[in-house]
């Protein structure tokens, strides 16, 4: 059994930046890793991936060149830096864990969730 759980939300002035945790218990290091966000009213959204390794990422159009995807396998914990923080991307962001090994988009693709974790940004 796979247990997900995030860290590092909080509130958080346009223009700033905060940094989410993921630390898993059991098995994720042969398995990619993903970032979704949901907001209010809204569906699930896909915000960032990395496969296995750390060496390939993906990024959703919206949060490209503003937030960072990494991972320590070592630490089994998955992190998303997000700087430059709009007050749209406030939203609940969820850690995944992906059945394959290589980076995907689509949540069908993920098997285990984490609780989520509250990003408001304000303006």
């Known amino acids: 059994q796979v247990q997900l759980v995030e860290s590092g939300g909080g509130l958080v002035q346009a223009g700033g930046s905060l940094r989410l945790s993921c630390a898993a218990s059991?098995?994720?290091?042969?398995?990619?890793m993903g970032w979704f966000r949901q907001a209010p009213g809204k569906e699930r959204d896909f915000v960032a991936a990395?496969?296995?390794?750390?060496?390939?990422?993906y990024y959703g159009d919206s949060v490209k060149g503003r937030f960072t995807i990494s991972r320590d396998n070592a630490k089994d914990t998955v992190y998303l830096q997000m700087n430059m923080l709009k007050p749209e991307d406030t939203a609940i962001y969820y850690c995944?864990?992906?059945?394959?090994?290589?980076?995907?988009?689509?949540?069908?693709?993920?098997?285990?969730w984490g609780q989520g974790t509250q990003v408001t940004v304000s303006s």
């Open positions: 995944a864990r992906a059945v394959y090994s290589s980076t995907v988009v689509n949540p069908s693709a993920y098997n285990y």
């Open positions: 059991g098995r994720t290091f042969s398995n990619a």
């Open positions: 990395i496969n296995w390794s750390g060496g390939t990422t």
